[in-house]
């Protein structure tokens, strides 16, 4: 790991990124002594993209096709929902006053 000033960093950015991303190597970077920042090489992926990278980590349970209830849990539901409806008022008329 080496120290690099943040001046000799500005001169030599790219050529210092070059040796990262090569040989691997870890650069700190320092202002007037202080270490304000680290220049890491990523992290090598092993995928070779989106597609396909979760499989085998899923499996199928059940009908995955029809539906999730069956037709009289929705009877149920919707018999609910009706009982729990508010039931529409009618706009109250004002009354009016004397003049």
Known sequence: M??????????????L?????????????TKRGKPIAKLVPLERQTREGIFGSLKGKAWIVGDIVGPVL???AWETIQEWDQLS?????KPRARKRTKP
């Open 70 to 72: 069956h037709s009289k």
């Open 17 to 29: 990124m070059d040796r990262v991303a090569e040989k691997r190597e870890t650069f700190i970077i």
């Open 85 to 89: 409806a508010k039931p529409e008022t």
């Open 2 to 15: 080496g120290s690099v000033p943040a001046t000799e960093f500005k001169a030599r950015c790219l050529e």
